[in-house]
């Protein structure tokens, strides 16, 4: 095994684990009471149009984990769960999306080829649910998608960057 490969399989296991210890973490809190979930920061808008006319506002999707990551793009109506948490130089953060599974792959391979981020693989997580694996100037990002147990139409989603600086 090369040192990269073993280095890889590393942080896919700790994004793995981190990913659920978020989850699990997510569902209550100790004392029983369930955790509120905090609607994301609205779109900012970015001026687009052809050179001569006039810009229009075009609404430019929020960064995850509360503007931590500023290069990883959150889909509409994203609504954070829990709260980012950082440990080193990790950082983690879940949402709840109203979209299916599939949907929100496709929107996160072509966000993170947007803002350079580079396609490793993804991994099978459970029947209803895989993760993708990116990279980006010596950071690893796994985004963590599950269809949520009750709704076919809502997905789970779980981002930790891990960077190794």
């Given amino acids: ?6 280095r890889l399989a590393a942080v896919v296991v700790l994004a793995a684990l981190m990913t659920m210890a978020a989850l699990a ?8 009471v369930a955790q509120k979930a905090t609607a994301t ?5 970015t001026a687009t149009g052809q050179p001569g006319s006039t810009p229009s506002a075009t609404p430019t999707p929020p960064s995850a984990c509360g503007g931590k990551l500023s290069d990883v793009l959150l889909p509409e ?9 950082t440990t080193g130089a990790t950082t983690t953060c879940a949402y709840r999306v109203s979209e299916d599974v599939q949907s929100l792959a496709t929107f996160f391979k072509t966000q993170m080829g947007k803002s350079g981020w580079r ?4 991994t099978p997580e459970g029947p209803m649910g895989f993760a993708q694996v990116y990279f980006k100037k010596q950071r690893f990002a796994t985004i963590t998608l599950t269809q949520h147990e009750s ?5 789970d989603v779980t981002i930790t960057v891990e960077s190794s600086q």
């Avoid at 095994?1 to 073993?6: A, N, Q």
């Avoid at 109506?77 to 948490?85: E, H, L, N, R, W």
């Fill in 1 to 6: 095994m090369s040192r990269s490969f073993r």
């Fill in 25 to 32: 973490s997510c569902s209550s809190s100790p004392n029983g």
């Fill in 41 to 45: 920061t609205s779109p900012r808008a």
């Fill in 77 to 85: 109506g994203a609504v954070q769960i829990g709260s980012t948490q």
């Fill in 119 to 122: 396609f490793l693989h993804d």
């Fill in 151 to 155: 709704d076919t139409h809502t997905t």
